[in-house]
């Protein structure tokens, strides 16, 4: 009888009988993986419901005049749509999920550097959700400022603004919290012989990340707190009348803003470099590139926040100053772009599911960054801010760049994080329906934007009819696609077959450890010799 | 130097001094208050601050005594803060 007969085999990590039973031995566990699953499911909670929000203002848009709701619903559900997708699902998502989950597998640690701490920086998430969340039903009204809070009218107001500002804040901590866990985990705990340059780039992403989310959102909670003082006290920072000037909101706010952008887009960048050198079995070309890329976004990315003030009034040498550095930064991403294709020239590409998902991002992160172009330069900026342009742009950004990222690794990580697979069929379709709904729901809204029609109102006139039923009927799509993408994989993660170790043939350390892993993920501590992606 | 075992590698004599000299130059921002200087009085509110702040940071948070990454890690980082500070005067300064 040999050895691996005699001994049990190690329970998963799913498996795994703490100290607590049920909900509880999830609510308060500090294995990252749990911790991992935990924002999955928070985060597809959020979803559902600003998805729904979404849907409604589409369904409002599909004829020019009321149908469905009023200006001043409309101007709330906009403005929880917004709160809720930027600070609970988008900002967090990444990091938080397969961070989470895969940063220790993938840099061979048994955790992250202070799980008490990770458990406690879900805490504070779920309590900032609530906190932002009571607005809608309590007080004097929904807020209707829209997810920025703008000055003066946050604290002009009579809706109840309060609560969503103050929730906005208290989830600054957690990403703050969870950063700096990833910084010291990355520093401290890599496995032996995986040196900087030998890390996958996934967890280089995250590092990138980590530090924008430690040296940016405390500038954020200032500004939202001095809005609450603003508020409560008439401190005069922002409003003129008290000697404030409403412009040093816009800068503050997006001083964290922007580089919150990167935020949500460099950890999607990450994913992209996992998945394409998995399945086209190839090196990824230009790995240090990717790397130095990846830090230059998150520094250049500081200093671009003042092209969402085009229009604010901001000085002429600023405004050319941040049309200049809006430009520069577009380079790194460039260059990730140049390597992705340039690890797919030649490769014998597997298409599976996730690579689909990669291959999309793709395709609409492209439209979204080269529209990005168009509003960095000022001319342009000027007529096309505050339309459905820009509206547009950033949904090709942060829904096309973060959003199919997101899903591109749920389908390239779901066999290890479940033990289970999925259906291929209704994946790829549920994914093919998704794309075109996608498009169908955001093209249009280019169109309507370079002719005019402007953002955040609940009624147009009748010449942007055409564009926007189309891009209801889009937005209707896309919701049934998502639908069958969730669906499948909700049920797969019961009743899919069973997943081995290594599905997709990758090369990261991940694959190496059982699917779903065990509560330590390493039974020893893996010596790494080789570079993360060793096609040759 | 590792996993802080040198935590008690300062005594507490020090602390105490660091401790005097940050009051002393908390009522100093206080009562340079008192005097008229102008467009300067931000000036002098802000030199005490930087002073009280790179005592916290050498002192009580043991950049001092720590390996020097740490100390070029967090001067990056003021850097960082100084750039941006800079960039949004671009504004300010032009308008």
Same mark, same amino acid.
């Given at each position: 009888?040999?050895?691996?007969?005699?001994?049990?085999?190690?329970?998963?990590?799913?498996?795994?009988?703490?100290?607590?039973?049920?909900?509880?031995?999830? +609510?308060?566990?500090?294995?990252?993986?749990?911790i991992g699953l935990l924002y999955l499911y928070s985060m597809l909670v959020f979803f559902?419901? %600003?998805?729904?929000?979404?849907?409604?203002?589409?369904?409002?848009?599909?004829?020019?005049?009321?149908?469905? $709701?009023?200006?001043?619903?409309?101007?709330?559900?906009?403005?929880? &749509?917004?709160?809720?997708?930027?600070?609970?699902?988008?900002?967090?998502?990444?990091?938080?999920?397969?961070?989470?989950?895969?940063?220790?597998? $993938?840099?061979?640690?048994?955790?992250?550097?202070?799980?008490?701490?990770?458990?406690?920086?879900?805490?504070?998430?779920?309590?900032?959700?609530?906190?932002?969340?009571?607005?809608?039903?309590?007080?004097?009204?929904?807020?209707?400022?829209?997810?920025?809070?703008?000055?003066?009218?946050?604290?002009?107001?009579?809706?109840?603004?309060?609560?969503?500002?103050?929730?906005?804040?208290?989830?600054?901590?957690?990403?703050?919290?969870?950063?700096?866990?990833?910084?010291?985990?990355?520093?401290?705990?890599?496995?032996?012989?995986?040196?900087?340059?030998?890390?996958?780039?996934?967890?280089?992403?995250?590092?990138?990340?980590?530090?924008?989310?430690?040296?940016?959102?405390?500038?954020?909670?200032?500004?939202?707190?001095?809005?609450?003082?603003?508020?409560?006290?008439?401190?005069?920072?922002?409003?003129?009348?008290?000697?404030?000037?409403?412009?040093?909101?816009?800068?503050?706010?997006?001083?964290?803003? &922007?580089?919150?952008?990167?935020?949500?887009?460099?950890?999607?960048?990450?994913?992209?470099?996992?998945?394409?050198?998995?399945?086209?079995?190839?090196?990824?070309?230009?790995?240090?590139?990717?790397?130095?890329?990846?830090?230059?976004?998150?520094?250049?990315?500081?200093?671009?926040?003042?092209? &969402?003030?085009?229009?604010?009034?901001?000085?002429?040498?600023?405004?050319?100053?941040?049309? +200049?550095?809006?430009?520069?930064?577009?380079?790194?991403?460039?260059?990730?772009?140049?390597?992705?294709?340039?690890?797919?020239?030649? %490769?014998?590409?597997?298409?599976?599911?996730?690579?689909?998902?990669?291959?999309?991002?793709?395709?609409?992160?492209?439209?979204?960054?080269?529209?990005?172009?168009?509003l960095g330069a000022l001319s342009a900026n000027v007529h096309l801010h505050d339309t459905?342009?820009?509206?547009?742009?950033?949904?090709?950004?942060?829904?096309?760049?973060?959003?199919?990222?997101?899903?591109?690794?749920?389908?390239?990580?779901?066999?290890?994080?479940?033990?289970?697979?999925?259906?291929?069929?209704?994946?790829?379709?549920?994914?093919?329906?998704?794309?075109?709904?996608?498009?169908?729901?955001?093209?249009?809204?280019?169109?309507?934007?370079?002719?005019?029609?402007?953002?955040?109102?609940?009624?147009?006139?009748?010449?942007?009819?055409?564009?926007?039923?189309?891009?209801?009927?889009?937005?209707?799509?896309?919701?049934?696609?998502?639908?069958?993408?969730?669906?499948?994989?909700?049920?797969?993660?019961? &009743?899919?077959?069973?997943?081995?170790?290594?599905?997709?043939?990758?090369?990261?350390?991940?694959?190496?450890?059982?699917?779903?892993?065990?509560?330590?993920?390493?039974?020893?501590?893996?010596?790494?010799?080789?570079?993360?992606?060793?096609?040759? | 130097?590792?996993?802080?075992?040198?935590?008690?590698?300062?005594?507490?004599?020090?602390?105490?001094?660091?401790?005097?000299?940050?009051?002393?130059?908390?009522?100093?921002?206080?009562?340079?208050?008192?005097?008229?200087?102008?467009?300067?009085?931000?000036?002098?509110?802000?030199?005490?601050?930087?002073?009280?702040?790179?005592?916290?940071?050498?002192?009580?948070?043991?950049?001092?005594?720590?390996?020097?990454?740490?100390?070029?890690?967090?001067?990056?980082?003021?850097?960082?803060?100084?750039?941006?500070?800079?960039?949004?005067?671009?504004?300010?300064?032009?308008?």
């Amino acid at each position: 009888m040999t050895e691996t007969m005699k001994q049990a085999p190690t329970p998963s990590f799913l498996e795994y009988q703490g100290r607590f039973k049920g909900i509880f031995a999830w +609510i308060f566990s500090t294995d990252h993986k749990r911790i991992g699953l935990l924002y999955l499911y928070s985060m597809l909670v959020f979803f559902s419901i %600003a998805a729904t929000l979404g849907l409604m203002m589409k369904l409002e848009l599909i004829a020019p005049g009321r149908t469905i $709701m009023g200006a001043q619903t409309y101007n709330s559900f906009f403005t929880l &749509h917004g709160i809720t997708m930027i600070f609970l699902i988008v900002v967090p998502g990444l990091p938080a999920v397969f961070g989470n989950f895969f940063l220790p597998i $993938m840099i061979g640690a048994k955790d992250v550097a202070f799980p008490k701490l990770n458990l406690f920086s879900w805490w504070i998430y779920i309590a900032g959700a609530f906190i932002a969340l009571s607005s809608q039903f309590l007080g004097d009204g929904a807020p209707d400022t829209g997810w920025t809070f703008y000055a003066p009218y946050s604290f002009r107001t009579g809706t109840n603004m309060l609560p969503a500002v103050t929730g906005a804040f208290v989830l600054g901590f957690s990403s703050i919290v969870t950063g700096l866990n990833f910084i010291v985990t990355i520093h401290r705990l890599r496995a032996p012989g995986m040196k900087w340059m030998k890390m996958p780039l996934f967890p280089w992403a995250l590092y990138g990340t980590a530090w924008i989310q430690v040296l940016a959102t405390p500038i954020v909670g200032i500004t939202l707190l001095m809005v609450v003082l603003e508020r409560t006290l008439q401190i005069g920072f922002f409003d003129p009348s008290l000697g404030g000037d409403p412009i040093l909101y816009q800068h503050l706010f997006w001083i964290y803003s &922007h580089p919150a952008v990167y935020i949500m887009i460099l950890p999607a960048m990450g994913v992209i470099s996992e998945i394409i050198p998995t399945f086209a079995r190839k090196t990824i070309f230009g790995y240090t590139a990717i790397v130095v890329s990846t830090l230059a976004i998150a520094f250049v990315g500081y200093f671009v926040w003042g092209h &969402h003030m085009f229009t604010s009034g901001m000085s002429g040498v600023a405004l050319y100053t941040f049309s +200049i550095l809006t430009f520069l930064v577009a380079i790194p991403s460039a260059i990730k772009i140049f390597n992705w294709v340039a690890t797919l020239h030649k %490769a014998s590409i597997d298409l599976q599911t996730p690579f689909l998902w990669a291959f999309c991002f793709l395709f609409v992160f492209m439209i979204g960054g080269l529209s990005g172009m168009v509003l960095g330069a000022l001319s342009a900026n000027v007529h096309l801010h505050d339309t459905a342009f820009v509206v547009a742009h950033f949904h090709y950004i942060v829904f096309g760049g973060t959003g199919f990222a997101f899903f591109g690794a749920l389908h390239y990580w779901f066999p290890k994080m479940f033990g289970r697979m999925y259906d291929k069929s209704w994946a790829n379709i549920g994914l093919a329906i998704f794309f075109t709904g996608f498009n169908t729901l955001y093209l249009p809204m280019f169109y309507l934007g370079i002719t005019g029609m402007p953002r955040r109102y609940y009624d147009y006139v009748e010449r942007f009819h055409g564009p926007n039923i189309v891009s209801s009927m889009g937005a209707m799509l896309m919701i049934t696609g998502l639908i069958i993408v969730i669906t499948n994989l909700v049920r797969s993660a019961r &009743h899919g077959a069973k997943a081995e170790k290594d599905p997709w043939k990758g090369k990261t350390l991940e694959w190496t450890v059982d699917s779903p892993p065990s509560l330590e993920n390493f039974e020893e501590i893996p010596i790494v010799t080789q570079d993360p992606y060793d096609y040759e | 130097m590792e996993n802080g075992q040198h935590a008690h590698i300062v005594k507490y004599k020090t602390f105490v001094v660091v401790l005097i000299v940050l009051l002393v130059f908390t009522f100093s921002s206080v009562g340079i208050t008192q005097i008229d200087l102008g467009v300067y009085s931000v000036t002098a509110a802000l030199i005490f601050a930087v002073l009280k702040s790179i005592l916290v940071l050498m002192y009580f948070m043991h950049l001092k005594f720590d390996k020097k990454v740490y100390a070029l890690m967090t001067a990056g980082i003021i850097l960082l803060l100084m750039i941006v500070i800079l960039v949004t005067f671009l504004d300010y300064l032009y308008r």
